[in-house]
């Protein structure tokens, strides 16, 4: 008895301790691995990133992934290794080696882009397979081509009077301070949802069958319910205010997707011919044997165009305005081009004719180089190529950070300042180095649309306006705020709007 009370611990001791040791020697043989024999062991980069994802994870909870993705590399150098199997880079070669066109290319990182679904399926934004995303872009192709966009430029003529007459000639009128960027997100998401659906949400004046607060809880619910699909159950009232906006964005979509779709039976083919949801009703794919795209890819498709299309769009046409009101020069030079090409404020200005206003376009191209709104690196997965000066072996993810090309202050000098005039002569370089709408077979499909809407909605609004930034305006308050989109920190700028000529620019 008493043997076996003495041999007891010395029987069990082996198995504690082994219990103990064992998942301690894997801590520290994973670690010695990271740091000593990973394929990416001999990258720069800060020690915890060699075995941890901690640096992302937190600049992704921080909301500051642009500025901390731009001070490692300028910290390390390009490529920085900022986790175990992750590296930045920031040199030209890399945005073809990473996004370019190829037959093995580098696939969309997977937990990153299934964040972004609101259904369940994808869309033309979330699609890895190179094959199913081809086959998405081209039945797209088509709605968002120049051509086609330009058979819609009455309707966003009209939709920009609504804006200023709505917003701006008000606070004009009464000598009012009015926030300018609120009201740009639903201008645009008037837009964006008339081409969509053939039917605006008409949130600028008022009627909001869907308001900008309900895609606001898009950015806020959806990335968060790909890692806790519990979340929607949890009893806390802002989380199920955001399910409900949400709710409501998708029921709208189903609800126009299904009515368009009978209407097109009934009707034929007459009608709301240059809507994006009319073309990708119609559009089959030869190439895949006449495919056309299921009724849940039409919902996720034409949701992802309203949320991509409206905040962007506004950020870079609000930073525009803020830039304009900080710089009195730069201001004075726009305005002087704009009302040089259209004096008559009856005659709204058309994009082909703002297209070859050169300052209106330079102030636009700084405005995205200094202020993109999506300018962190996209992540990408290595299959196993060269990038840039290295072999990056299957598996790693690569991202070439915007923000930081945009910044190369071989190919900018001055880069942190906004100088519209660096692009009145435009080298290669700065084009290849500026890349807010990304590169290769994914870039952004809505550039040109971008393009029309902030061309004519800025030459409008200084055509008839001196636009002044609120002096209660901070640089704080504009700092950007990474939100998936990069707006600012404090969600408005304010601004005093005067009829042209009432300020001496
Ligand atoms: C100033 C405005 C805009 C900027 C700076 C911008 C920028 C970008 C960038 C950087 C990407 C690549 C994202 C990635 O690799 O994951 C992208 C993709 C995309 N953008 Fe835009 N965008 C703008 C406006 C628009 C508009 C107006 C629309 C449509 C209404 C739109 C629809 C899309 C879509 C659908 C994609 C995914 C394309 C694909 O993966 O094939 N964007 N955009």
Redesign the pocket.
Known sequence: MTAFTVSLPLQSFPISYALWILPILYVVSTVFYRVFFHPLASYPGPFFAKFTELYPMLAMVKRNRIVWQYEMLQKYGSPVRVATNELFFSDMKSWSDIYGQSSSPCQ?EKVF?DMFTVTGAT???NERDKVQ?SRL?RLLSHG?SLKALLQEQPLVQKKVDEYINIVIAPAAEKGQTVDIYTKLIEHYLDI?SY?SFGESFDCVSGKALVTQHDMDQFMIVVPTQSFFPALRHFPIKSIQEAYRGLGKLIDFSRTRVRAFQSKLEKEGDQFAKGTFLRNLVDARDEETGGSKLTFEELVENTI??LV??SD??AV?TTYVIWECGRKPEVRKKLVDEIRAAFPDPTVMPTYEETSKLPYLNAVIEEA?RVW???SAG?PRVSPGRIIGEHYIPQGVVVSTS?YATARDPTVFPNPHVFQPERWLKATPEMRNMSR???YG???????H??DI??NITLARLYQLYDIENDPSMTEEMMAPNDRGVTSPVGSKLLVRPRRAGALVP
């Open positions: 969309k882009y869309s033309v934004l995303h872009r968002f964006t081409l992802i165009f991509a299309g962007t769009t870079t995205l993109g709104p999506l996209f915007a807010p709408f990304s077979p994914r870039n952004c499909i809505g550039k649309l971008a809407n902030m």
